[in-house]
């Protein structure tokens, strides 16, 4: 049954143990209950995008200081792959800053497919918009996932960006899933939205052709010199508060339960409690490592010793991503 935005509102509304009691049953139906995947996240082109999304540090609209970088060697790629999976990762994320990749930097791309396929890591892109060609072409390469973010409700997108539209997104989400890829898409918050915003941003993700593989939840991690980092830094919007945040992971859970759920950005400010309510909630991926992209991160020591405290374990899986998430 296709979930209407009432039908969202109403899980927002129930109180909040009944919400976690019902995200756990989703949970723990199609996923391991206290295994958590560990994801590497790898600026492999960094600065320099035209696109002028407000939270962005890299968009050429934005006055951080960022230098623009030109695509990183397929070497250096591989090598920061290998560190990552010695460190414990199964998955690898690898991250430009584009509108969209031209035709020319395909070949560079696909070898670095390619070569964390190689090592053994599942593998993800995030490029910008894709045309089926490209898209077609890094599936070729054995691209499990990709990575294009709807970022807030449809209602709420033009106050975050307008250089690209809401339905430009879909398009390019049209494309990953008609080359056979997996699709990872989610979204930030605390970006001054209100909850309502939020159901629609999870409606949105909810009635898609098919559910995303992955939901990257985000929480806004406001940089001076961006816009949205002016605008909310130094007020109490620039944290959304943290049950409410547990309470759209859970919802996540709850609509989409196959998906991978992933406590993404924002979570070097969370405290452990809100962590393990996270966790608790249905997420079942983080990333690791002290950087993403550009902004800070908990790091790896943090980590482990958070999943100790929790008696949670890194997640292993040689699954191809549709594979795992279709039983």
């Known amino acids: 049954m296709t979930p209407t935005r009432d ?17 756990q049953q989703a949970h723990r139906a199609h996923h391991a209950p206290n295994e958590v995947q560990l994801s590497t996240l790898l600026s492999i082109k960094t ?31 591989l090598a920061a792959a290998a560190e990552a999976k010695a460190a414990g990762s199964g998955r690898f994320c690898m991250g430009a800053a584009w509108r969209e990749p031209k035709d020319r930097d395909m070949d560079a791309l696909c070898e670095m497919v390619a070569g964390v396929k190689a090592l053994g890591l599942e593998t993800c892109m995030t490029l910008g918009m894709l045309t089926r060609s490209q898209a077609d072409r890094l599936a070729e390469a054995g691209l499990d996932y990709y990575n294009h973010n709807l970022d807030t409700s449809p209602e709420h997108y033009g106050a975050i960006i307008t250089t690209r539209t809401y339905a430009e997104r879909l398009d390019t989400l049209e494309h990953v899933r008609a080359s056979g890829m997996a699709v990872c898409c989610g979204g930030i918050v605390g970006m001054g939205e209100s909850r309502e915003d939020r159901v629609g941003f999870l409606h949105a993700l909810a009635t898609l052709p098919e559910h995303p593989e992955s939901v990257p939840i985000n929480a806004l991690v406001p940089i001076r010199g961006t816009v949205l980092g002016d605008m909310l830094a130094d007020t109490p919007l620039a944290r959304i508060d943290e049950i409410e945040f547990v309470r759209t992971v859970a919802v996540a859970r709850i609509l989409m339960p196959r998906a991978m759920v992933r406590l993404s950005a924002g979570r070097e400010s ?57 039983g």
């Open 47 to 77: 600065g320099g995008c035209p696109e002028d999304c407000g939270y962005c540090s890299q968009s050429v609209h934005a006055k951080t200081g960022l230098k623009a970088e030109k695509l990183m060697d397929a070497d250096a790629v």
């Open 270 to 326: 969370m405290s452990e409690s809100t962590q393990a309510l996270c966790f608790l909630a249905g997420a079942n991926s983080i990333f690791t490592g002290d950087k993403l992209l550009t902004t800070g991160n908990a790091g790896g020591d943090a980590d482990a010793a958070l999943f100790a405290k929790l008696g949670l374990s890194a997640m292993v899986s040689d699954q191809p991503a549709r594979m795992r998430v279709a």
């Open 7 to 23: 039908d969202i509102a109403a899980l927002f509304e129930l109180p909040l143990l009944d919400l976690l009691w019902q995200a």
